[in-house]
């Protein structure tokens, strides 16, 4: 069964440092899709960053980056140069492929409460 | 812009009422989805539907049923609501298709029972 594991609850970060937030997964189906969403105290559910299992590149955007390591199965948000609007929950999460992705659910970590500090 | 519209932002409902939660997307998404968040236990997933009057179990459907008789709309039904069902319920949607396709989410509804 597709697991989602974020072992830190909350994070203190100065503003304009880089944060690594982790998660680790486990699936036994080959083909699947790592997603991070970022939930601001406003409730709202942002989507940030996606990477594919065959990905060879890890995924890039803007200032988030996702470190892909399969054979670890582990895919950490990284944050370069954290802003104030940066503190919120962020989850990570997960989808298989499943048989002709009709699976398609997306099944969250706990989340991870990062507070950047000016 | 996609938008998921959940009926309404707070609820507050007695024990053992029947509770209905509604949740509207406008973008033809065949997949819907609602979600429960609870502090220290992040998002689970309770059903999805992946078109009308299809629906799957997630991790946590006791106590919980769901209804999807028009494409653009997913309920949420509490046959009798408990104090244990007092969270936020999250609605989402996607389009049907690769392991890519991002969730799009309503802005969730806080429900307390008391």
């Known amino acids: 069964a597709q697991k989602i594991t974020q072992t830190q609850p909350g994070m203190f970060v100065q503003e304009k440092e880089a944060v690594t937030l982790d998660c680790t997964y486990d699936t036994s189906d080959p083909s699947y899709g790592l997603f991070w969403y970022k939930q601001p105290s406003s409730g709202e559910m942002i989507f940030l960053i996606y990477?594919?299992?065959?990905?060879?590149q890890n995924a890039t955007e803007g200032r988030y980056s996702l470190n892909f390591q399969k054979a670890r199965k582990s895919a950490n948000l990284v944050i370069s140069a954290s802003q104030l609007g940066d503190s919120a929950m962020y989850f990570c999460a997960m989808r298989e492929e499943g048989y002709g992705g009709a699976t398609n659910k997306l099944i969250f970590g706990t989340g991870t409460l990062l507070a950047v500090q000016p | 812009d996609v938008k998921v519209t959940q009926s309404s932002r707070y609820l507050v409902k007695r024990t053992g009422e029947k509770v209905f939660l509604e949740c509207v997307q406008d973008?033809?998404?065949?997949?819907m989805f609602w979600y429960r968040q609870d502090p220290g236990l992040g998002l689970r997933l309770i059903y999805f539907?992946?078109?009308?009057?299809?629906?799957e179990k997630g991790d946590i459907p006791e106590g919980y049923s769901v209804s999807r008789e028009k494409k653009e709309r997913f309920s949420l039904i509490l046959e009798s609501a408990s104090t244990n069902q007092t969270s936020m319920y999250l609605c989402a949607s996607s389009l049907r298709g690769p392991t890519n396709e991002k969730l799009f989410f309503g802005s969730g509804t806080q429900l307390s029972v008391l």
């Open positions: 539907s992946y078109d009308v009057k299809m629906k």
């Open positions: 990477q594919g299992s065959y990905d060879q």
């Open positions: 973008m033809d998404h065949e997949n």
